[in-house]
């Protein structure tokens, strides 16, 4: 599976405006794991903070597309006096393979882990010829 990043800030703004830009559009790659099997792939993505209202998954001809958002909420009398990760926003993009059935793709969210599961198509996966004794 391949990755695919875009984004591009518009030409006409100013160095610091296109770096403000940049930074409200950014967002972290969350780490995955890809399992294959037989009978298809499984993904696991690390996404803590997120909550399922805040999680979209998208599935177009062959692009996953992953995006979340976490927000941390410090009670009002504190404020932070050192953040290491700012950004709120996770953003993921995958190319699919073709053997892939897209229109079957499964999805759980667990302790800040989502599980995707995405099955071979019938096509694609193995199976047994059965041989007659003639």
Request: net charge negative; aromatic share 2%; hydrophobic share 40%.
């Amino acid at each position: 599976m391949n990755e695919v990043k875009t984004g591009h800030p518009e030409a006409d703004q100013s160095p610091a405006r296109q770096q403000r830009a940049s930074y409200s559009d950014a967002a972290l790659t969350p780490p995955v794991d890809v399992v294959e099997d037989s009978t298809g792939i499984t993904v696991f993505a690390d996404l803590p903070g997120v909550s399922r209202d805040k999680l979209a998954l998208q599935v177009e001809s062959d692009t996953l597309t992953i995006e979340a958002e976490t927000a941390i909420a410090l009670p009002e009398d504190l404020q932070s006096s050192h953040t290491e990760v700012a950004l709120a926003r996770f953003r993921r993009v995958f190319t699919l393979s073709k053997e892939l059935d897209t229109e079957k793709v499964s999805a759980q969210l667990s302790n800040g882990v989502l599980m995707l599961r995405i099955p071979k198509s019938e096509r694609a996966q193995p199976r047994r010829i059965a041989v007659q004794v003639t």
